[in-house]
């Protein structure tokens, strides 16, 4: 197969590629949130964030941000994982939305 081709690759192995670079919001077991780049998916679930910010909040209840760069994220360590979208991917996805509840109040009726 040659580099960069993905004709023959699994459609779980497609979807994550169409993800790469996207930016992503890990919320981690302890609270702390992590933002960054997607980078890397391995087989156990571990995400590699790129260009990350970890945001926490401290004690007095502050918020602090700083850059930590190249991050893994282990499976086990990760509560929420989100994918930050633009608000014309927002609006295409309640078009779609919207789109299929007729197809699905006819389906009850």
Known sequence: MAQGSCADCPE???NVRGLLYRRFRVTM???RVLEGDFTCLDKQGNIVL???YEQA??????REERHMGLVLVPFDQQAKV???TTLDEEVSLLKI???R???QAQ???
């Open 50 to 52: 790129s260009n990350t």
């Open 97 to 99: 939305m919207d789109e």
């Open 107 to 109: 389906k009850v009726a």
């Open 101 to 103: 509840q007729p197809a």
């Open 57 to 62: 909040t401290t004690a007095s209840g502050a």
């Open 12 to 14: 779980s192995v497609r």
């Open 82 to 84: 989100e994918l930050q």
């Open 29 to 31: 077991v302890s609270g």
